[in-house]
Nanobody
Framework: QVQLVESGGGLVQPGGSLRLSCAASGFAFDRYSIGWFRQAPGKEREGVSSISSYDGSTYYADSVKGRFTISRDNAKNTAYLQMSSLEPEDTAVYYC????????????????????WGQGTQVTVSS
């Protein structure tokens, strides 16, 4: 069955970096777009970044542009989210999810476009 397992979260000081991984199994990884979402306590889940399997296009929330980088390694069935210059506002549970190939700038951040989700990994940015 489809499995998505996030890892790499933890406690980091402001200004620090983390790399999240999303290990996938049970489906043709290279045929699906990958999204990263996050949810902070008391807030709605929000789209952070996504990478299309169709043409490799990447999308970012304005709040993370220039600080986060999404990538994927189809040979390893793994997606990554490199996070730099972390801020306390980045504290949240981070989830990866998969969507059909044809996401674009209008759909990538809509959680309803994604079919399967991982269990999440906690990222805490604090001094």
């Amino acid at each position: 069955q489809v499995q998505l397992v996030e890892s790499g979260g933890g406690l980091v000081q402001p200004g620090g970096s983390l790399r999240l991984s999303c290990a996938a199994s049970g489906f043709a990884f290279d045929r699906y777009s990958i999204g990263w979402f996050r949810q902070a306590p008391g807030k709605e889940r929000e789209g952070v970044s996504s990478i299309s399997s169709y043409d490799g296009s990447t999308y970012y929330a304005d709040s993370v542009k220039g600080r986060f980088t999404i990538s994927r390694d189809n040979a390893k069935n793994t997606a990554y989210l490199q996070m730099s210059s972390l801020e306390p506002e980045d504290t949240a549970v981070y989830y990866c999810a998969i969507a059909p190939p044809f996401i674009d700038e209008t759909t990538w951040s809509n959680s309803r476009a994604y079919n399967y989700w991982g269990q999440g990994t906690q990222v805490t940015v604090s001094s």
